[in-house]
C-alpha cells in the first residue's frame, strides 16, 4: 500500500512539473487516449536537463515574477553546477544577467569564482563590458576574491571591443587594488594595444615589466614582434627578435611564421624565405602556417609559379592545405590569369569539401574564367558554390548572365535568370554582391524583343525593391510590353516612370501608341499621344494621322478635331485631306462652332481649307444653316470663294425656308458682285412677299434693277467706245 501511494505521489510530481514548464498554456490537461481505431505509437522522448527547461523556460517567457516562482517551483535546490550550466546554456546575455541577479538577490544561491567567470565572459562577448565591469569590482564585497584570470578576461574583451584605453586603465587598476600582474597580464595588455598600433606604449610597457622583474615569455616577443609590424616598424621587429635570443628564449615556429608573416606585409619576400629556410634548418618542420603564409607572400609579389610549387611541397610532405591556403593562393591564379590551374584548385576543394574563408574569391574566379572565355568553367564555379553550400548572391548570376549574352548563349543566360528569380536571391537582406546594370540591361533588352517582356519585368521589378531605377530597362520593357500586344502593362510602367521622375525615350511613348492604334483601342491611343506630349516627346507627322484615323474610324470626331488642333500647334502642316475630312464630319454634326475654330488655327498657319468643297457638301445634305456660318466666315476673312457656292448656299437656304437667312446673304453677295442668275432672286423675293417680308423684298428688288441699271449703262458706255 506504501508504495502504491509513493508511486501516485512520483506520477502527480512529474505532471505537475510537466505542467509548469509548459510554454504553450498555463494549465495542464491530459488527453484520453484513443480505445478504438489505429494508434500512433511515438518513441518517449528523453527527459531533459533541468538547466535547459530553465533556459527554455526564460527563452520564450518575459522575465517576471511569474516565471521567477516557475522555475523556483521546479528546482529543488541551487547548487554549483546547477547554476553554471544555466549561465552556460542561456540562449541570450540578456537573460543569463537576469538569472545571475536574481538568484543572488533573492539569497537562493551565492555566487563563485566559477560563476562570475562565466557571467563576465557571456558579457564581454556581447560587449555589455559597464556590466561586467560593475559585477568584477562588486566581487570583495561578496567575499569573493580576485584573480588574475578574471582581470586578464576584462581587459581582452574591452580590447575586442575596440576600448583600448579602457584595457589600459584596468591594468593599471590591478596594481592599484593590489592585485598580482604576471606576464599573463602583460601579455594581454600587448596583445590589445599592439593591434591598435600603439608599437610606443608596448614598448614602454615592455620596459616596466622587465623593470619589475618579470620575464618576458616567447609569446610575449611573439605579440611583440607582430604588433610592430603591424605598424611598420621592422627594425623595432628585428631587434626584438634578436633580444629574444639574447635572452636564451629560442624562436618558436609560431615566431618564424610571425616573421614570415611581418615581411610578407612589407613586401620583402627575399627576407621572408630567408627565415622559411631557416625553419627547415632547424629542423622545426613547417607546419601549414609556414606553407600558407610563404605562399600568400609570393602570390602579393605576383610570384605565383613559386606559390604553386611549394602548394605541391606542403603536400608531398602529407601537409595538408586549408581554407585559408586555399583562399590565399586562388587570387593570386585570377590575378596571374592561370584560369586552368584555378579551376583545377577549386576542383580539389569541392572534393575536400573545403570551403574558402573568404567567399568573395568566387565572383574573381567567375569574372576570371569568363574573361579567358571559359563559360562553363565560370558556370562550373556557381555550382562548386551550391555543394559547398556558400550562398550564392545577385553579383554571381549578373556576372554569368552579362557574358553568356555576350557570347550569344541567351538560352544559358535565361536558365541563371530563372534561379534567381525563384529564389530571389536579389532580394536577400545578406547579400553583398548586387547585379550590375550591363548585366541586366543585356539581357532585359533581349527578353523584350524576344516575346519574354513579363519575365523582364519579374526581374526588374525585384531591382526596383532594392532601389534600381534604370530609364534603359524601364524604356526597354514599355517596347516590349508594346510588341506583344499589352500596352496597358506598358502604360502603367510610364505612370511609375512619371512617378519616380525616370526619364522616358520618345520610342518607348510612340510604340505604346502604336500598340494601342493595332488593337483598335483608338481612346487609349489618344491618351498614350497626350501623354508622351506631357512628358515632352513631338510625335511625328505619321503617327498624328494614325489617331485621328482610328478616332475618325471609331466615330469620335471631336476627339479627333482635338489631336487636330495640338498637330496644328506643333506645327505640323500636313494631312490636309485628312483635315479636311474632319472639318466635315464636324459640320455636319453640328460642331460649327468647333470647326471654325479648327479652320481660324488652319489660316493662322497659312492653311486654307477647301471652302467650296466643304460648302458643296454642306448644301448637298441640306445643312443650310452650317453652311451659311461657314460663307459668313469665309467672307469676313476675304477667303477665295467660287461665285457658283454663293448660289450653292442661296439655293440651300431657299430650299429649307431660311427666307431672311438667304435675304441677309444675298445682300452680302451683291456687295461682292457674287450673283449673275437673278432667277434665284427672283424666287426669293416671291417667297419673302408671300412671308410678309415685304420690306425685304422691295429693297431686294431695287437692289436688282440698280444692278441691272449699272450693268446696262456699263454696256452702252462699252459700245459707245467700240464705235468710236
Not at 563 to 578: Q, Y
Request: aromatic share 8%.
Amino acid at each position: 500500500m506504501a508504495s502504491l501511494c509513493a508511486s501516485r505521489a512520483a506520477i502527480f510530481k512529474r505532471k505537475k512539473l510537466l505542467c509548469l514548464t509548459s510554454t504553450s498554456s498555463f494549465y495542464c490537461t491530459e488527453s484520453p487516449i484513443p480505445t478504438t481505431g489505429k494508434q500512433n505509437h511515438h518513441p518517449k522522448p528523453q527527459d531533459e536537463k533541468l538547466e535547459d527547461v530553465i533556459c527554455r523556460m526564460m527563452s520564450t517567457r518575459a522575465w517576471t515574477t511569474r516565471l521567477q516562482n516557475s522555475i523556483r517551483n521546479i528546482v529543488p535546490s541551487f547548487n554549483d553546477e546547477l547554476v553554471y550550466n544555466v549561465l552556460h546554456s542561456a540562449k541570450d546575455s540578456e537573460h543569463a544577467l537576469n538569472f545571475f541577479r536574481w538568484v543572488e538577490r533573492s539569497g537562493i544561491f551565492r555566487h563563485n569564482r566559477e560563476t562570475h567567470f562565466k557571467i563576465m565572459q557571456i558579457l564581454g562577448r556581447a560587449e555589455k563590458l559597464n556590466h561586467a565591469r560593475c559585477i568584477l569590482l562588486d566581487m570583495p564585497n561578496k567575499g569573493v576574491d580576485w584573480d588574475e584570470d578574471l582581470w586578464v578576461l576584462l581587459i581582452d574583451s574591452y580590447g575586442k571591443a575596440g576600448i583600448v584605453q579602457e584595457s589600459v586603465k584596468l591594468f593599471a587598476k590591478m596594481e592599484e587594488l593590489g592585485v598580482e600582474r604576471t606576464v599573463k597580464s602583460y601579455n594581454a595588455l600587448f596583445n590589445v594595444i599592439t593591434r591598435k598600433g600603439r608599437y610606443m606604449m608596448a614598448k614602454r610597457y615592455f620596459n616596466k615589466m622587465v623593470n619589475e622583474g618579470i620575464e618576458p615569455t616567447g609569446h610575449t616577443f611573439n605579440l611583440l614582434i607582430w604588433g610592430f609590424f603591424l605598424s611598420s616598424k621592422v627594425d623595432t621587429a628585428i631587434r626584438f627578435f634578436e633580444d629574444m635570443k639574447s635572452r636564451g628564449i629560442m624562436p618558436d615556429l609560431v615566431t618564424y611564421n610571425t616573421m614570415i608573416n611581418g615581411y610578407n606585409r612589407v613586401k620583402k619576400i627575399e627576407e621572408a624565405e630567408k627565415y622559411f629556410v631557416e625553419i627547415k634548418a632547424r629542423n622545426l618542420e613547417p607546419n601549414v602556417i609556414s606553407y600558407t603564409t610563404m605562399i600568400k607572400g609570393y602570390s602579393l609579389v605576383g610570384r605565383i609559379d613559386d606559390a604553386l610549387r611549394l602548394f605541391e611541397e606542403m603536400k608531398s610532405f602529407g601537409i595538408k592545405p586549408n581554407a585559408i591556403t586555399y583562399s590565399t593562393l586562388l587570387p593570386g591564379l585570377c590575378d596571374a590569369k592561370k584560369m586552368s590551374e584555378a579551376r583545377m584548385i577549386l576542383k580539389e576543394m569541392e572534393e575536400k569539401y573545403i570551403e574558402p574563408k573568404d567567399s568573395a574569391i568566387f565572383i574573381r574566379l567567375i569574372s576570371g574564367q569568363c574573361e579567358a572565355g571559359d563559360l562553363d568553367a565560370a558556370a562550373d564555379v556557381l555550382k562548386t558554390m551550391i555543394r559547398l553550400s556558400v550562398p550564392t548572391e545577385a553579383g554571381h548570376y549578373g556576372v554569368l548572365i552579362e557574358n553568356f549574352c555576350k557570347a550569344g548563349k541567351y538560352d544559358r543566360a535565361v536558365k541563371f535568370l530563372d534561379k534567381l528569380i525563384e529564389k530571389e536571391i536579389i532580394l536577400r537582406p545578406q547579400s553583398s554582391l548586387s547585379m550590375e546594370p550591363s548585366a541586366y540591361i543585356l539581357i532585359t533588352d533581349y527578353l523584350c524583343n524576344n516575346g519574354q517582356t513579363g519575365k523582364a519585368e519579374t526581374l526588374f521589378r525585384q531591382l526596383m525593391k532594392i532601389g534600381v531605377q534604370d530609364p534603359v530597362v524601364f524604356n526597354n520593357l514599355v517596347c516590349g510590353h508594346s510588341k506583344e500586344g499589352v500596352p496597358d502593362s506598358a502604360f502603367e510602367l510610364l505612370k511609375i516612370m512619371g512617378r519616380r521622375k525616370v526619364l522616358s525615350d520618345g520610342i518607348a511613348h510612340k510604340s505604346l501608341v502604336e500598340s494601342y492604334l493595332k488593337k483598335g483601342e483608338a481612346a487609349d491611343a489618344k491618351t498614350a499621344l497626350d501623354n508622351m506630349i506631357e512628358h515632352g516627346h513631338d510625335p511625328d507627322s505619321l503617327l498624328y494621322r494614325s489617331v485621328m484615323e482610328s478616332l475618325m474610324g471609331d466615330g469620335r470626331v471631336q476627339t479627333a478635331s482635338r489631336v487636330m488642333k495640338i498637330m496644328l500647334e506643333k506645327g505640323v502642316k500636313e494631312h490636309m485631306d485628312l483635315i479636311s475630312t474632319i472639318l466635315e464630319a464636324l459640320l455636319m454634326r453640328g460642331h460649327v462652332e468647333e470647326a471654325l475654330g479648327r479652320i481660324e488655327l488652319l489660316l493662322n498657319n497659312s492653311l486654307s481649307p477647301d471652302f467650296d468643297g466643304l460648302l458643296a457638301v454642306l448644301c448637298e445634305k441640306g445643312k443650310a444653316t452650317a453652311a451659311l456660318k461657314l460663307l459668313d466666315f469665309s467672307l469676313e476673312r476675304n477667303c477665295n470663294i467660287d461665285y457658283s457656292s454663293y448660289d450653292k448656299v442661296l439655293d440651300s437656304l431657299v430650299a429649307a425656308g431660311k427666307t431672311l437667312n438667304a435675304y441677309s446673304m444675298l445682300c452680302k453677295m451683291m456687295e461682292k458682285g457674287g450673283v449673275k442668275d437673278h432667277k434665284s432672286c427672283e424666287e426669293l423675293i416671291k417667297s419673302l412677299n408671300d412671308e410678309g417680308n415685304t420690306k425685304q423684298a422691295d429693297i431686294l428688288r431695287r437692289m436688282i434693277l440698280g444692278k441691272e441699271t449699272t450693268l446696262d449703262s456699263k454696256k452702252g458706255k462699252k459700245k459707245t467706245a467700240m464705235a468710236t
